[in-house]
Every structure is written in C-alpha cells, then in structure tokens.
C-alpha cells in the first residue's frame, strides 16, 4: 500500500515496496488496444498520418485568416460585417470568409480527434509494448536512495 508515515518526525514511504513492484507487473485489464494484424496497423497508422497531416493543414488555413489584411471598419458595400477579433484588434471577414474559418476549425477537431482514436484503438505509437519493456528491464525505484 502505497502510503508516507511519520514516525518521530522522520517520513517513511512505502512507494518502493515489493507488493508494488509485483503489482506494476501485471497487465491492465482496462485495455483498449484492439488485437489486430500488422497490415492494419500499419493501414491505421497511414490513415493517423494522414489525419494529423490534414488536420495542421487545417488548423494552418484557420489561423491564416487572423494575419490577413482585413479591414478594421465594417464595409457593407462589399459584405465585410462579420467581425474577428485578432488580440483585441475587430477586422472584419465576408460571409464566405467567415465560413471557411469555422470549416477549417471544424475540420481540424474532427481529424486530429480520428487521428487520437486510432492510436489509442490500435496502438499505432506503440505505447503499450514500450511500457511492458520499461517495466520487464527497469528494477523498482527505491525512493529512500534515489534513482536505481
């Protein structure tokens, strides 16, 4: 049990016990990883790829809209009268503008949250083999005398 005890003015932890050690050995039984082929994970992987690619793509055209010349009065005549704010500076976008900007937010959500999916659905960085070699090949950390 994983505790600090105070004896005397002294602290005591219990961090590095045996029961803890033997217990970091055992796999989880909450995993999400899905036992696949390697051709799909290497098919998931190409898909997160490409998903994070287009999201930074979207997340870049987004932002652009903040480091244009827009004006700084609303011009009706030619149907600026959406307002952005750019770090307390109001420019103004079209309708059109307006929409773009929002898609590419949208957008940039939607394909980084299918890119964070798939790799916590089949692996893709994998996390859980590197965990299993850390614990295997690492002996506990005696917190009393510092690292190993």
Not at 46 to 72: E, H, K, N
């Amino acid at each position: 049990m994983a505790g600090v005890f105070v004896f005397a003015g002294l602290a005591f932890t219990t961090w590095g016990s045996e029961r803890n050690r033997l217990l970091s050995l055992v796999e989880p039984e909450h995993n999400l990883v899905m036992r696949t082929s390697p051709a799909s994970r290497r098919a998931a992987k190409v898909v997160a790829m490409t998903c994070s690619i287009a999201a930074l793509v979207c997340f870049g055209f987004a932002i652009s809209f903040y480091y244009r010349g827009l004006p700084d009065k609303p011009q009706p005549a030619v149907g600026r009268i959406y307002p952005l704010d750019n770090h307390g500076l109001i420019t103004y976008m079209t309708e059109r503008e307006e929409r773009q900007q929002r898609r590419g937010f949208i957008g940039f959500g939607v394909l980084f949250a299918v890119a964070v999916a798939l790799d916590l659905l089949f692996d893709i960085s994998d996390r859980h083999a590197w965990e299993r070699y850390r614990r295997m090949n690492r002996p506990p950390w005696n917190h009393r005398w510092g690292p190993g």
